[in-house]
């Protein structure tokens, strides 16, 4: 069992900053990875940041440079920080753990990031 709530979302404008967070419990130690993904209506979800067991990261090019991705492993939560956020940014964020030996998917409910002009 893998749990994941995503929290920290809100409404912000262009220019400023968010911290999203995924907590994560149950079966912690199944977790291989964290991603997050962004969707918005009418477009494909988007694979934004990922965070390795090991702790290597990965950003896509659209958020390279102003988002960073981390963890807290005493809080068994990982976290987006989100800075310079541009409107196109706006969508929701949802934390994704691939799973145990054959890499199955949790996800968790989503937290709506809006970022006004």
């Known amino acids: 069992q893998v749990q994941l709530v995503e929290s920290g979302g809100g409404l912000v404008q262009a220019g400023g900053s968010l911290r999203l967070s995924c907590a994560a419990s149950?079966?912690?130690?199944?977790?291989?990875?964290i991603n997050w993904y962004r969707q918005t209506p009418g477009k494909q979800r988007e694979l934004v940041a990922t965070?390795?067991?090991?702790?290597?990261?990965n950003y896509a090019d659209s958020v390279k440079g102003r988002f960073t991705v981390s963890r807290d492993n005493a809080k068994n939560t990982v976290y987006l920080q989100m800075n310079s956020l541009k409107p196109e940014d706006t969508a929701v964020y949802y934390c994704?753990?691939?799973?145990?030996?054959?890499?199955?998917?949790?996800w968790g409910q989503g937290t709506q990031v809006t970022v006004s002009s």
């Open positions: 965070i390795t067991r090991g702790g290597s990261t």
């Open positions: 149950g079966s912690i130690f199944s977790i291989n990875a």
């Open positions: 994704n753990a691939r799973v145990g030996e054959r890499d199955y998917d949790r």
